[in-house]
């Protein structure tokens, strides 16, 4: 939703809760039309390949695909991560009023990214430099963007471990990172995006690394955090669980394009792509009849390199049609639905005829 | 009713076991120090477990890092060799055995890793891995006829048995962990050890793999440990479930009871923590 007061400046560091964030406001992140490209050796890899999207302040947006599907490319480039690896970026990034985040030069970026942007990633060992202590790390942090002693930094550091539930901060602040288990670790990088007063979180399969009971807490931490500090997030993740849990809204990415876009209920209760049927269809739950047999999708992602031409899941939909095989279909409202976008070339009326068909399908199964 | 509904029923009392494993035990000594070592103590990764795997069952173990699920996995397959305890295969105690007097055991017993990535050798053609255990074990010694044998394998597990002299590289996750799974079945074992066989794969291509195993344990009447971290897969694929903990099973029940009234607290913790589990797929939906 685009505001009428385009260019609104905001007050830094107030904290703006998730109704302060619905409304016709300008939209903390605008992606329009974004296109990632890599040349390889074997050719031209169109990683992401024209995606639009929003996110309010306060919101989550969870991105959810399967490996290739372009998802951590997606958000990488708001950071203009991909920028130094040769890739190609068109498109625009809008976020906070800074513009466009893709014409901006380097250093002003560089302001931009792990201060009001930040990020964490999936695996905390690896991003953590193993021969510095965690406290120096996140002093270098905070340093890098404020011009504030190194005792000072210190302190704040201590403050913010804190604050991510780490045990003993003024203990832990002197710790290497192998000293830490593998939730702490993240709790640590977590500790460390909040360096700055970051609006947005960018967190690509935050907790896939981690136990299922430590993926819990991890979880609950960003819920908290972002709660109280009415901080946008963007969780980028493989698993529809996750993003069931956190998500206010959900984009399902396929091949390089977001196939489907809608608030998060809507996409369990009403999904409109025969993607995300499938998605849902070939996963086993915790509450379903035991006896059920899950539905695979059938055949495998297409390789980056050699997309099939017209709707992209053609080859693996089993309600596709001859014709597409030709047209590319583009991410539209479903219609009544303003905020449920679907890029899909069946008629709406066949694809809701066709949900209802596999709910009852799978209802009739968990009856018998 | 069906097989699998019986033996999730019968549990160790009806039927017979075809694994049995008693206080099985196996601690990793902690060294440090190169020219004169020093022993400080053990990791204890499996203390003392006991279990019954019935013949045609699938018996669950799920557990997080560090509970000794995969230490299990190895150490019934012979892996590893364990510190103290005992297992027992078709009535045989195979603790004891070592070198060539196992050869026959690893006929019967085979496992299915995790990674589909580094389980196959880069430099060999599929047909040339799935038939390996036909050489090794001097089933099939003429080459016509092994190469026979490895194409119907390559079909019983989903894959084109004209891709018998591609490598590992062309073909995806799921197809290779389809691979690993023909090689697990090339002589016809009695038990199957699956040690996280999906955890590598994207959710599209898990639910393939689940399906083909759940259907080949019933067509070739596999006995089936399967591992996994995953609660929602394991749910799915087993009829009787052992939680472990800390190198040990905390909670051992049949899946209806397992799920439905978990008994030990940390059982609970485990299920209520899978996230948006109440949420995902479209029977958990009030119409």
């Known amino acids: 939703m685009l505001g009428t007061r385009a260019g609104r400046s905001e007050i830094p560091g107030s904290p703006i809760g998730k109704d302060a964030a619905r409304g016709d406001e300008e939209p903390l ?122 005792s000072a930094a210190r302190a704040r550091a201590i403050e913010l471990l804190d604050l991510v539930g780490i045990p003993e901060p003024s203990v832990r602040v002197d710790s290497y990172p192998h000293e830490l288990s593998g939730g702490q670790r993240q709790r640590a990088m977590i500790a460390m995006a909040l360096s700055g007063e970051p609006k947005l979180l960018i967190a690509d399969e935050p907790t896939t690394a981690l136990d299922v009971t430590v993926q819990a807490q991890i979880l609950a931490l960003l819920s908290r955090l972002q709660r109280e500090r009415g901080m946008a997030l963007v969780l980028v993740t493989h698993d529809l669980g996750v993003v069931a849990e956190m998500a206010d809204e959900i984009a399902v990415m396929y091949a390089g394009r977001i196939v489907e876009h809608a608030p998060a209920e809507r996409i369990f209760e009403v999904p409109e792509h025969p993607y995300t049927w499938g998605l849902l269809r070939s996963i086993p739950t915790l509450d379903g009849p035991r006896e059920e047999l899950l539905t695979p999708i059938p055949g495998s992602p297409p390789s980056p390199l050699a997309l099939p031409p017209g709707c992209r899941f053609h080859p693996r939909c089993p309600y596709s049609e001859p014709e597409h095989a030709r047209t590319d279909p583009t991410l539209a409202p479903v219609p009544g639905q303003p905020d449920h976008e679907v890029a899909c070339l069946l ?9 209802s068909e596999l709910r009852a399908e799978s209802t009739q199964r968990s009856a018998t | 009713m069906s097989a699998v509904e019986m033996a999730s029923i019968g549990g160790p009392a009806g039927g017979e076991p075809l ?146 002299n591609r490598y590992p590289h062309e073909f995806s996750g799921g197809q290779r962990q389809r691979v690993g799974i023909a090689r697990a079945l090339a002589l016809g074992p009695k038990l199957l050890i699956a040690d996280e066989p999906v955890s590598a794969l994207d959710v599209s291509i898990q639910a393939q793999v689940l399906n083909l195993l759940r259907d080949l344990q019933r067509r070739l009447g596999l006995t089936m440990v399967f591992i996994s971290h995953d609660l929602s897969v394991i749910r799915h694929m087993c009829d009787r479930i052992a939680v472990m903990h800390e190198g040990r099973i905390v909670e051992l029940a049949s899946n209806s009871q397992l799920y439905s009234a978990p008994r030990e607290p940390y059982t609970r913790e485990l299920l209520a923590a899978v996230p948006g589990a109440r949420r995902v797929g479209p029977r958990t939906i009030p119409a």
């Open chain 2, 19 to 164: 694994l049995e494993v008693r206080d099985l035990t196996k601690h990793f000594p902690v060294d440090r120090g190169v020219m004169l070592r020093r022993n400080l103590g053990s990791v204890r990764a499996v203390e003392g477990i006991s279990f019954e795997v019935m013949r045609g069952e699938t018996f669950g173990i799920v557990g997080e890092s560090g509970s000794g699920k995969s230490t299990t996995a190895r150490l019934i397959a012979r892996l590893l060799e364990p510190t103290a305890g005992e297992v027992r295969f078709a009535g045989r105690d195979i603790t004891a055995l070592r070198g060539r007097s196992l050869k026959p055991i690893r006929r019967e017993l085979q496992v299915v890793f995790q990674d589909p990535y580094s389980s196959l050798n880069p430099r060999k053609t599929i047909g040339s891995i799935v038939a390996e255990p036909l050489v090794v074990h001097r089933v099939e010694p003429e080459r016509a006829a092994r190469k026979r044998a490895v194409q119907e394998l390559l079909e019983t597990v989903g894959l084109n048995p004209e891709h018998y």
């Open chain 1, 347 to 355: 008629d709406p009326d066949v694809r809701r005829r066709l949900w």
């Open chain 1, 29 to 150: 992140l605008r992606v329009e039309d974004l296109r990632v490209s890599y040349s390889t050796e074997d050719g031209l890899v169109q990683a992401v390949d024209g995606i639009s999207y929003e996110l309010a302040r306060g919101h989550t947006l969870g991105i959810v695909g399967e490996s290739g599907s372009g998802k951590t490319v997606a958000a990488l480039s708001v950071l203009g991560l991909t920028r130094a690896e040769g890739a190609t970026v068109s498109g625009q990034i809008a976020f906070a009023g800074h513009g466009d985040l893709l014409a901006l030069p380097e250093p002003q970026l560089r302001a931009v990214r792990g201060n009001e942007i930040a990020m964490v990633f999936q695996d905390p060992l690896s991003s953590l430099h193993p021969m510095y202590r965690v406290g120096a790390q996140i002093v270098e942090a905070i340093r890098a963007h404020r011009e504030i002693t190194k």
